[in-house]
């Protein structure tokens, strides 16, 4: 089954983030990408020019022409773009019973720009009250907690009040720490906090200014897998796994934030990760590792 991921978000012109990326990383890992686009930016890899949200009744047209007629298995949203439209989508998406909603709480983008006003950050509530997972990084976790975040220990317990609050899964993304003490090498950790309690996702730190995207890429890749079927805990293995590829095949493009290489050149992911790792290239079996399928 190709799996039919609905994306809400906006478009980025560089073609690093936002629905652009979205498509890619759908497409890569065999899934089916739609869209609702919520706004355009003009932005670069040196920053965000200009934001312009798409009005909220053409939203809601493209949710439901979708709806309508090619179906869903999962939807990711991403950037609002205004808090009329985020309470609009919540509307329109509280009808749709048993649908994974993933729900990437975008408010920064990796320049700096803002993308989000307070009067949206506060619309996100409903769409967080309905989500399956909500991945926030570290700044935009520390916003919605009003908790500072400066280790691993104060991600979980972020992490943690946002999943009690609104009684979801949440994937804090801890991206943005610094090496931690018990560390043996430079990496990054992400948390999946559930009720039933914590996965630890670790992978080396890869030293690049080429990683523009990443946090839209990983929600898009888990929303992938959930609608494929795949549990939470391989979707998002899967996931963490696409984005250490597209990384580590980052085409140096531009002066800035630089956009990362999602189509692997003609590489899939696994077998980028087979040889980094030096597993050998029996990417079949590493592939495998995440279809729990049958």
Same mark, same amino acid.
């Given at each position: 089954m190709t799996p039919r991921i609905l994306i809400i978000a906006g478009s980025d012109s560089g073609g690093g983030a936002g629905i652009q990326a979205d498509i890619k990383t759908v497409t890569m890992l065999g899934g089916h990408a739609m869209t609702a686009i919520t706004a355009i930016t003009a932005q670069n890899t040196l920053g965000v020019q200009g934001v312009h949200p798409i009005p909220t009744a053409v939203v809601i047209e493209q949710i439901e022409s979708v709806l309508? #007629?090619? /179906?869903? #298995?999962?939807?990711?949203? /991403?950037?609002?773009?205004s808090p009329q439209t985020a309470h609009a989508v919540a509307d329109h998406l509280a009808g749709l019973r048993d649908m994974p909603i993933i729900f990437d709480p975008v408010m920064v983008a990796t320049s700096g720009a803002l993308l989000a006003d307070k009067a949206t950050v506060a619309a996100f509530e409903r769409l967080m009250g309905m989500a399956l997972l909500i991945t926030p990084n570290v700044p935009e976790l520390a916003m919605l907690t009003g908790t500072p975040i400066e280790d691993i220990d104060a991600l979980e317990a972020a992490g943690n009040i946002l999943a009690r609050r609104y009684g979801c899964a949440v994937l804090a993304k801890g991206g943005h720490l610094g090496d931690q003490p018990q560390d043996d090498a430079p990496s990054v950790q992400d948390l999946l906090i559930r009720a039933s309690g914590v996965s630890e996702y670790r992978m080396p730190?890869?030293?690049?200014?080429?990683?523009? /995207?990443?946090?839209?890429?990983?929600?898009s890749a888990v929303?992938? /897998?959930?609608?494929?079927?795949?549990?939470?805990?391989?979707?998002? #293995?899967r996931a963490e796994a696409f984005v250490a590829g597209a990384l580590f095949n980052a085409p140096q493009f531009g002066g800035g934030h630089g956009p990362m290489g999602h189509a692997m050149g003609t590489t899939p992911f696994y077998h980028t990760l087979a040889s980094v790792n030096e597993q050998g290239f029996d990417a079949t079996a590493l592939a495998a590792q995440w279809d729990d399928r049958a």
């Open positions: 309508s #007629d090619l /179906g869903v #298995d999962a939807i990711k949203i /991403g950037m609002i773009g730190r890869i030293e690049t200014r080429h990683s523009h /995207g990443t946090g839209c890429t990983l929600a929303a992938t /897998g959930i609608g494929r079927g795949l549990t939470m805990e391989n979707a998002v #293995d």
